[in-house]
């Protein structure tokens, strides 16, 4: 029987977009590849045009994202995830991620994801599904900021 604290990340995990429609089962197995992160604010989370080794999601905190020139894109607030598009695409980071405040998490490499995800091709499927709409979105909402 899952404890409370595990519970509680179950339910976070459940609800992050790249990881909608995962069961109880498939979440408990990706959390158990999943390594804890705590940050000071300030503090680097991942940085522009180095390689995406891992995605983090945050549970409690602030992170901020920048882009290369130092221009604010955005937030990341508790319950989101950053980082899931490089480790995807292979791609190395776009921005910078920071703590804006004390922050923690946890962080789950590209290589534990993929190995969750070739042992278990429903979640596979689930996961890919929701990573295709997620950069759908993402790719919309910047045609709509080059349109403004």
Do not use: W
Request: charge should be neutral; charged fraction near 15%.
């Amino acid at each position: 029987m899952a404890s409370q604290g595990q519970q509680t990340l179950l339910q976070i995990v459940s609800k992050l977009k790249i990881f909608t429609g995962l069961s109880p089962r498939e979440a408990a197995h990706l959390l158990k590849s999943c390594t804890s992160r705590t940050y000071q604010p300030s503090e680097v989370v991942y940085q522009a045009s180095d390689p995406s080794q891992e995605m983090f999601i945050l549970l409690q905190g602030r992170l901020s994202v920048v882009s290369p020139k130092g221009t604010q894109l955005g937030d990341i607030l508790p319950g989101t995830s950053c980082g899931e598009m490089g480790v995807f695409t292979g791609l190395p980071r776009v921005a910078t991620v920071i703590a804006a405040q004390q922050s923690a998490g946890f962080a789950i490499t590209k290589q534990n994801l993929h190995n969750a995800l070739r042992a278990d091709l429903g979640m596979q499927v689930k996961v890919l599904q929701n990573v295709i709409s997620l950069l759908s979105e993402r790719l919309a909402s910047a045609d709509t900021n080059i349109e403004d």
